[in-house]
């Protein structure tokens, strides 16, 4: 199912549901089960590339593959651990949002960009990071008219096979040697959870272990205290 959804087009842009789900309308009420709770449209089926659905609608696309859309200042984001899986995302601009990396589907644009400003999205012109061109899904669609090195197309990675599956993007739990005093052997022990430092989730540098290469002192004869 993933292969048919990752291959391009022939004029390579972009997978056959993209477009439709830029187009899409999100978070309107569903037309089949409008009458019941939370039945607003917020996910949308790659594979059969139609409306958008809500919660009652995926009993009807079971082994599909569906991903879910939410909201930021009015405007449709994805998260990228869930988009990445299926397009290459290079070049446009990520954002933070409740502890979870987004990006947005269309473009934002800005009447004129900030104060200081050096890198502007080169389709609407919103303000950018300087590592990335664009800021938005649909705004990398429209650049690989212009440049034709822009793909969507995934590529494959050195050792991509054990990230599969995990949609984290905090670092695994460092592992740090420690000798124990018993047999003087080297063995793996989890880092303490205060050894990670609080700022962004980053690690710290780990203290090296001590070790004394001190030999024990061997006691000398004894002497009998002299008599009275």
Known sequence: MVGPMIRMGEDDTGPPWLRPLLRTSFFVPCQVHG???????????????????????????????????????????????????????????????????????????????GKGVTNTCEICGRSLLDSFRFCSLGCKLGGMQQDPELTFTLRARPNREWLVGSESDEPSTPRKIRRTSAFNHSVEVPRAPSEFNSAGGGISPGTPPIISYRTSRRKGIPHRAPPF
């Open 35 to 113: 009458d019941s709770n939370k039945s607003e449209c917020n996910m949308y089926c790659l594979d059969c590339r139609g409306n958008a659905l809500c919660s009652y609608c995926l009993t009807d696309h079971k082994d599909h593959h569906v991903v879910q859309i939410r909201r930021s200042s009015y405007h449709n984001v994805i998260r990228v651990s869930e988009v990445s899986k299926f397009i290459d995302i290079s070049c446009v601009q990520t954002y933070i949002i409740n502890s979870a990396k987004i990006v947005f589907l269309n473009e934002r644009p800005q009447p004129r960009p």
